[in-house]
């Protein structure tokens, strides 16, 4: 899920949220409007909102020619911050919860001690649980992106492991990633994609992720 660019952990807690959800829908219809707004789309919008009673009685959603059901937007109108030791709607945590919770907070953790090499580095798909092949059932994954002329994304499972991917790159640079991060971990876990231009490195620990965010901050620097 790409929904935040947030640098910081997260929290599970107790509210109470007061939510409006709009619908868009697509309708064809022949509607009678004054000819002097026939050619502003903006103006006519505005006076149809005004005038409902000449088209919204044939109003029928079911019978839209293209109805959108799925664009449905969510507002936030007011949030309640519950107190769990007095909340007598209160729903303990359950122990799936506070496991995920745990697993999140250690990615953030990992993601702050690699951002001391890559200072752009902020997460860019929230934790989920993870659909890499090979994954657990219970694995938890994340991606954390940075910028720069070397720039790409980290794929932190569980806190505990890493996959690090460049975007497209000059084949002599991302060959030269390539050896530089084989110096410092296993080299089946370094893939040059030369044809692409693209560099993976996988299944790492945390100290060779923060070998490999080393290397990528130098030729970044280079680079620039």
């Known amino acids: 899920m790409t929904l935040s660019t947030s640098a910081g952990p997260l929290t599970t807690m107790p509210l109470r949220l007061t939510v409006t959800t709009e619908i868009t829908y697509s ?6 409007v004054p000819v002097a707004l026939a050619d502003s789309p903006s103006r006519l919008a505005d006076w149809l909102t005004q005038h409902e ?14 109805a959108e059901h799925g664009i449905c937007s969510l ?7 519950r107190d769990p030791a007095v909340d007598p ?3 303990p945590p359950t122990y799936a919860e506070l496991h995920q919770q745990a697993l999140t907070n250690t990615m953030y953790a990992a993601m702050q001690l690699l951002r ?3 200072p752009t580095l902020r997460m860019t798909e929230l934790p989920h649980p993870s659909n890499r092949p090979g994954a657990a059932d219970d694995d938890w994954a994340a991606v954390a992106s940075w910028d720069g002329p070397v720039a790409g994304s980290v794929t932190i499972t569980n806190g505990t492991r890493f996959c690090f991917e460049t975007d497209r790159l000059d084949e002599q640079l991302a060959d030269q990633i390539a050896d530089d991060a084989d110096e410092v971990c296993d080299t089946e876990r370094v893939w040059a994609l030369n044809r692409k231009g693209v560099v993976e490195i996988g299944n790492l620990t945390m100290s060779e992720a923060a ?6 901050a130098r030729h970044n620097a280079t680079a620039a």
């Not at 070998?211 to 990528?216: K, N, S």
């Open 27 to 32: 309708w064809r219809h022949n509607v009678p």
């Open 53 to 66: 009673e000449g088209w919204a009685e044939d109003w029928d959603p079911d019978d839209a020619d293209t």
């Open 75 to 81: 507002t936030v109108d007011e949030v309640e911050i």
């Open 89 to 91: 709607d209160r729903i």
């Open 116 to 118: 001391a090499e890559l």
């Open 211 to 216: 070998e490999v965010a080393r290397i990528l």
